[in-house]
RNA sequence: GUGAGCGUGGCCUAGCGGUAAGGCGCCUGUCUGUGGCACAGGAGACCGAGGGUUCGAAUCCCUUCGCUCACCCCA
C-alpha cells in the first residue's frame, strides 16, 4: 500500500461513529446544563503563545510541539492544548467586561509529536471547559462537578477522582526547596530519571513508579506539599473538599498528583477509569491563575479541565457503556430496478423519497433482481421497493416490507406515505 | 528519546525450508421478476520492503520500514 495514516492518527470510521456520538453529544448536553458556553479557536496560534502559556521547559513545547514558519516567516505551531488558546481569546475579545467567571467549553483536535501508545496519539480530541475570572473554590468545585457528571452520564463505571492542592507562586518555591533539601543527600540512591527530575521538575519525583531503585522510600518520607500550603492555599483547598463533599462527588486526595503544564496553580485533578493501562487519565485539569497574566492580561484567575475524547470512546467500548445505536446500519428504502427503462424510474423515486426525509439507496441497475434483494439486505433495508417494466407502465412499485416479507403493489406517489407509517 | 513484541488477500487466522490454506466479508449461480438459510462457484496475496544462506525461503540470518505495547510525558 502506498499511503498510510501519519503515525499516530487515526482513521474514526462509520462503524465508530455512534461511539463518537455518544460521547459528544453527552459533553454538549452537560456544557449546556452548566452553562458552558461554545468556543472554537484555531487549529494553529502563534508559536509564543504555547511557549509562553505552557512554560519553555515543559516536555509538551520542549520537544512534542508541531511548529513550523508559514510563508511569511511567523512560526505558527498547531494547538497542542486548549486552555492558552481559550485564554488568549478572552484577552483578545476583552471578555473581562463581561459577567465574571466567564463559562465557556471547546471541541477541537490537539496535536503532540509523542511516541504513540494505547490512548495516546499524535492527533486526538479533546472536550474541554474552562472557567475564567474567579478565583472561589465553588467554582473549582464546580468544574469538577460538571467533569464528574459527565464521565459518569457516559455509562462508565468505577470512575475515581483524585484531587491535590499544589500551592501558589507564594508557597511553591518554598516546598520545593524543602522538598530538593530532602532529597539532595539521597541523590545517588533514586533513579537515573529522579535525578533528571530533581533538575526540572521536583515534584514528579513524587509520581515516579520505579521499584528498582529507592525512589518509593523517599517518596513515602518525602515532605508533603499539603503541609506546606500557605493559608491561602490551604483554605481554598479546604473550601474545594467542603464543596465536593456537599455534592456528594466521592473524591481522594493524593499529594502525588501532579500535572505537566507550568502554569497550573493550588487545585489539580484527575478523573480515572477502573482499567489498568498507562495512559488512562481520561480527564484532567486544574487551576491556573497566573496564566492569563503570563499571556499579558491583567492578573485574571481561571480553572478547567481537558478530557481526551479517543481515550473516553476505548473506555465507553471496554465497558459497553454505549446504547445500542445501529441507526447507522439501517436504511429505510432500497430501490431496485429491472431492465433498462426502470432504471431512471428508480433513481426518480429514490430521490423522492431522500426529498422526503427517507433514507434511501439505490442498488446497481442491471444485476440480477436476486443479487439486489441481497445487497438490500445487506444494507440493512426496512422496505425493498421493486420497479420492472409492469411497474413502469402502471406507475407503481412493488413495496416489500423486509422484515414481514409482506409485499403490496404502490403507486409512486403514495410511497413515501407508506413507508412513514411502518 | 529508550525498551519489548509483531508484520500472510478488505478483516481474522493456519502454514515455520519444497513453491500459499481456511473462516468472515464481497460477487455469481442453484431460484429466466424477489432477500435473510443452505449448497456450488468466482474475484482478491509478488506472504511489509531490501539483501543474504540454500538446489529451493512466507518459513533461517542481517538490514530497513511499519504497527503494537511499555517507559518518559500526557487527554
Known amino acids: 500500500m502506498q499511503f498510510r ?17 455518544h460521547v459528544i453529544s453527552t459533553a454538549q448536553e452537560m456544557a449546556r446544563r452548566f452553562a458552558y458556553g461554545r468556543i472554537d479557536t484555531p487549529v494553529f496560534e502563534q508559536a509564543a503563545l504555547f511557549e509562553r502559556g505552557v512554560g519553555e521547559g515543559t516536555d509538551i513545547v520542549e520537544k512534542e510541539t508541531y511548529t513550523f514558519s508559514d510563508r511569511s516567516n511567523e512560526m505558527m505551531t498547531l494547538r497542542a492544548e486548549g486552555t492558552a488558546p481559550v485564554c488568549r481569546a478572552y484577552l483578545e475579545h476583552g471578555m473581562s467586561s463581561l459577567p465574571q467567571p466567564v463559562r465557556m467549553h471547546y471541541f477541537c483536535p ?3 509529536y509523542e511516541r504513540p501508545q494505547a490512548g495516546r496519539f499524535r492527533q486526538h480530541n479533546q472536550f474541554g471547559v474552562e472557567a475564567i475570572g474567579d478565583a472561589d473554590p465553588s467554582v473549582d ?17 468505577g470512575l475515581s477522582l483524585v ?8 508557597c511553591r518555591p518554598k516546598y520545593l526547596e524543602t522538598l530538593k533539601a530532602a532529597y539532595q543527600p539521597h541523590l545517588d540512591k533514586v533513579c537515573p530519571d529522579c535525578r533528571m527530575r530533581f533538575e526540572r521538575n521536583p515534584l514528579r519525583m513524587l509520581d515516579c513508579k520505579r521499584t528498582d531503585f ?4 523517599y517518596i513515602a518520607s518525602a515532605p508533603q506539599m499539603s503541609d506546606h500550603l500557605c493559608e491561602g492555599c490551604a483554605d481554598h483547598f479546604s473550601k474545594l473538599q467542603g464543596y465536593l463533599t456537599a455534592l456528594e462527588i466521592p473524591f481522594r486526595v493524593d499529594s502525588r498528583l501532579v500535572r505537566g503544564l507550568d502554569y497550573y496553580t493550588r487545585t489539580v485533578f484527575e478523573i480515572q477509569p477502573p482499567e ?14 497566573g496564566l492569563i497574566e503570563q499571556l499579558g492580561g491583567k492578573p485574571t484567575p481561571g480553572v478547567g479541565f481537558g ?5 473516553l470512546v476505548l473506555n465507553v467500548k471496554r465497558q459497553e457503556a454505549a446504547l445500542a445505536d445501529n441507526a447507522d446500519n439501517v436504511v429505510d428504502a432500497v430501490v431496485v430496478s429491472l431492465g433498462e427503462e426502470a432504471a431512471p424510474v428508480a433513481a426518480k423515486l429514490a430521490s423522492q423519497l431522500r426529498n422526503g426525509g427517507l433514507k434511501a439507496v439505490l442498488t446497481q441497475p442491471g444485476r440480477s433482481l436476486r443479487g439486489q434483494m441481497r445487497h438490500a439486505t445487506a444494507m440493512g433495508a426496512r422496505f425493498t421497493l421493486v420497479i420492472g417494466d409492469t411497474e413502469v407502465a402502471a406507475g407503481t412499485a412493488q413495496l416489500k416490507n423486509m422484515d414481514t416479507g409482506d409485499q403490496q403493489e404502490v403507486t409512486l406517489v403514495d410511497v413515501a406515505a407508506v413507508i412513514a407509517k411502518g
Open 307 to 311: 478530557s481526551g475524547i479517543e481515550r
Open 214 to 217: 529507592a525512589c518509593q522510600e
Open 276 to 289: 489498568e493501562g498507562a495512559q488512562s487519565t481520561v480527564l484532567g485539569g486544574g487551576r491556573y491563575d
Open 141 to 157: 468545585a464546580e468544574v469538577i462537578d460538571l467533569g464528574w457528571r459527565f464521565t459518569e452520564a457516559l455509562g462508565l463505571k
Open 163 to 170: 484531587i491535590n492542592s499544589i500551592g501558589d507562586p507564594e
Open 5 to 21: 495514516l501519519p503515525r499516530g492518527t487515526q482513521d474514526i470510521l462509520p462503524e465508530d461513529q455512534p461511539h463518537w456520538r
Open 110 to 112: 490537539i496535536f503532540r
